[in-house]
């Protein structure tokens, strides 16, 4: 859904520049493979897609992200602390029954618990210090048809030198899968 409100400001934005030009319009929209690290797709493995959603850095643009799938998700949460509220993002999380949440970084342990107080318990925060244990977690929760999610809602600061950083490790380490 967020996809389609960008193409819709997208072509609001450009409908003058571009004439009203259809064709065009189409032609763009056909050939744009998206922004690195945004809804990433990396790989499919053993029937599991793996996406790289790094540049999310709010609970906003996970929750975004989350809404994206209708296939079961083991969602990769957490990281360094802006002292930004989780509530909405735990609330989706509960509504939308994700398979899995491993819970990283800063923040882990405060989403894990906003998520059990509210009832969820399928959480992992232990054993999640390198990328390559984070990928490693979500392939033993995930299952053939299932999405795994890198869409943080949280600073990389701490365990990464910034978002791109975290996106290129999560991509990595999914490509390393065998």
């Not at 392939?139 to 053939?144: D, F, N, T, V």
Request: aromatic share 8%; charged share 25%.
């Amino acid at each position: 859904r967020h996809n389609l409100e960008n193409i819709c400001a997208a072509i609001t934005a450009t409908w003058e520049l571009v004439q009203g030009n259809v064709d065009t319009i189409n032609t763009v929209i056909k050939s744009f493979k998206g922004l690195e690290h945004r809804l990433e797709f990396v790989r499919e493995f053993n029937g599991v897609k793996y996406y790289d959603d790094s540049f999310s850095t709010t609970p906003e643009t996970a929750i975004a992200a989350l809404r994206s799938f209708d296939q079961p998700v083991v969602m990769i949460l957490g990281g360094a602390d802006k002292e930004i509220p989780f509530d909405g993002l735990a609330e989706e999380v509960v509504a939308r029954k994700p398979k899995h949440v491993l819970a990283i970084g800063q923040t882990g342990p405060v989403i894990a618990k906003l998520l059990q107080d509210k009832g969820y318990s399928s959480i992992a925060t232990e054993g999640l210090d390198t990328m390559s244990e984070i990928v490693g977690a979500a392939r033993r929760e995930s299952a053939p048809g299932d999405i795994v999610l890198l869409s943080t809602g949280c600073a990389s600061f701490g365990m990464f030198k910034d978002y791109k950083d975290r996106g290129d490790q999560f991509k990595k380490a999914v490509l390393e899968l065998s």
